[in-house]
């Protein structure tokens, strides 16, 4: 099993669509979470941290689930511009910054 | 402005050739990162540094070498050891006490 998996997709969503991706990892001791965005041909952008208590901002809502060990993260009302591969980063241990476990991404396009 | 940069953007070289990639950060962060990103693959992480004149290899550091010779900086330079250079180089940084890394824009190296 891969430390970090995601469904690399493509999803295709109209705009003003909801939309869904999951992430699961394998070491039920990991401490952090995230979700970037790569736009193509361009570095990851940090896009939310994932708290045990799910976190929302704006129309992005991001859980996670320690039993299932899975984190999610939902798009409300997509517009165009969210079109990009989200990833999924996973860290073993609190503080550890060298050992990111980084997700081969889910790639989305929302269409007009 | 605060934030990471890399130079150059695009860099053609020889095969055989050493070739040096700046990083350069102005956040004050003391970690600092270099991976690699080849397509359908994830981020690798190639060296990391959290200290000054210190830093410690990744998953993927043969072929490369790299220096610290102030906060600021994090050179990497891909020597002719390294089989497959051709790739997207990603230099990040984070303060010690997060997981939380930002990236610079990135050098696409091209080895002809």
């Known amino acids: 099993r891969k430390e970090v998996e995601q469904d690399p997709g493509p999803f295709n969503v109209p705009e003003g669509a909801t939309v869904a991706f999951n992430c699961t990892y394998s070491?039920?001791?990991?401490?952090?979470f995230f979700w970037y965005r790569q736009d193509c041909r361009k570095e990851p952008k940090l896009l939310m941290s994932v708290y045990s208590s799910g976190n929302e901002d704006g129309r992005f809502t991001a859980q996670l689930n320690r039993a299932s060990q899975y984190i999610s993260l939902l798009i409300r009302d997509s517009k165009l511009s969210d079109s990009a591969t989200y990833l999924c980063?996973?860290?073993?241990?609190?503080?550890?910054?060298?050992?990111?476990?980084w997700g081969l991404g889910t790639s989305l396009a929302v269409n007009p | 402005d605060g934030g990471i940069t890399q130079s150059p953007k695009y860099l053609f070289r020889k095969e055989g050739q050493n070739v040096t990639l700046s990083c350069e950060q102005n956040l004050n962060h003391d970690a600092m990162y270099w991976y690699r990103q080849d397509p359908g693959q994830g981020l690798r992480l190639i060296y990391y540094?959290?200290?000054?004149?210190?830093?410690q290899k990744g998953d993927i550091a043969e072929g490369y070498s790299v220096s610290r010779e102030k906060k600021e900086s994090f050179p990497l330079t891909v020597t002719s050891a390294q089989k497959n250079p051709t790739a997207f180089y990603l230099c990040?940084?984070?303060?010690?006490?997060?997981?939380?890394?930002?990236f610079g824009p990135g050098t696409r190296l091209t080895v002809l």
């Open positions: 540094s959290q200290i000054v004149n210190d830093f």
């Open positions: 070491n039920s001791a990991s401490q952090s």
């Open positions: 980063v996973v860290s073993p241990n609190a503080g550890n910054n060298r050992k990111l476990i």
């Open positions: 990040a940084s984070s303060m010690v006490a997060t997981d939380t890394q930002y």
